[in-house]
């Protein structure tokens, strides 16, 4: 039998990969096995992942982690919030999971619920009231009444819907089940008031399942296919790429923040009750689920999704794209102008270097010059943000934040990180910058005693 190891697949809206868990006297080693791209798919104006290519892609990552001779003893899954697909009642896919970034939900997320209806709603979700939300994406689909509605045996979130084609178990986990608008942030369960209201079918929707709680074997078809061992299992981890980042920190107190930076930027602090008031509502917050019925209080803020845009462009342009250098480049610059990252303009434009110009000509402000002035720019507008963040949070709190843990791709900038302190006024320190994996991981091997 070959050394014991633990699988993390970690999938993030612009890339995947698969990360191997070795536990050594209580301490956990991570290697990377495979890594992929994630893309979205066009078709007939409607924006898809394509689910079938990253399930692929996640079997070859763990195939080669049993080829390197690890004997695999579980598997935890974690994708990005609030997107979804459905199985019918034989288990099939009925279509491509559709993105948050696709438009359908413009229209119904400013027609379907009066700002009072919004605030009202979140009294009992929590979550901020945002287009992406699974919420919204369901209305759209009521709206234009999609038949799969109709026909649906299930719901799964991204997370789950791997999870099922592993095991064969339909559930629902915790941590991404509350991203979608739909559960009780008190209860720890559906709003089946809401559902009710929204005239959805009660038995679309699975059983919750809490993280670290259960195993599930892995189906035995897909066991004899990937070469696992018989008492390989499934455990469900904190299946909200967020929340496994989170668990990753060892001082999780009310005043230790965390920033998970990257393609979003998730600033917040985890809490034991969920804060519910008109004041977090009128500030964007949401109250995700977290490990062990905690709370985070958080706010989604678009973080490294522009530079992400920024340097495919140039990439493709065949210019200057290394982060590393990037990185040096925007050290040199001494441009100042800050934009608001959560702006709409860029959520999703065709071409991010015109947005920026776009934005800065309609507010009279310097533009970008250089890439330098490009990348510092962000970086400088991502402290502000993080600075407002943070005030918004210490009038909420019953303590004042005292220190910020940063965590993932954005903590290997020093010059984001020493910016974050300087506008912010507060330490910065930097966790796992692979926090995703090493709290899936992590949950893993406390769930099966190792740790």
Known sequence: MGQEGYIAADFGGGSGRVMLGIVNNGQIELKEIHRFNNRQILINNRL??????LFEEMKQGIKKAVKEGYYIKSIGIDTWGVDFGFIDNNGHLLSLPVSYRDKR???VFNSRFTQEQKKELYHTSGLQSMNINSLYQLCSMIEENNPVLDVAGKMLFMPDLFSYYLTGEAFNEYTIASTSDLLSAKDRNWNYDLIDKLHLRREMFCQIVKPGKEKFPIKESVRKELNLPDDCVLIPVASHDTQSAVYSIKNS????AFLSSGTWSLLGCQIDDPVLSDDAFKNGF???GSVNDRICFLQNITGLW?????TKQWQNRGEESDLKILNILAEQSDFDVIVDVDDAIFQS????EQAF???CKTHALATPQTKGDYVRCIFLSLASRYAKGISQM???LTEPIKELTVMGGGSKSKLLNSLTSSVCGIEVQTGEAEATAMGNILLQAQTLNVI
């Open 48 to 53: 898809y992942w394509d689910f079938p290519y």
């Open 105 to 107: 939900t413009e229209d």
């Open 253 to 256: 107190k009310s005043n230790n």
């Open 286 to 288: 949401s109250n995700e």
């Open 306 to 310: 522009t530079l992400q845009c920024l």
């Open 349 to 352: 434009p065709d071409d991010m």
């Open 357 to 359: 110009r776009s934005y």
């Open 394 to 396: 210490n009038n909420l």
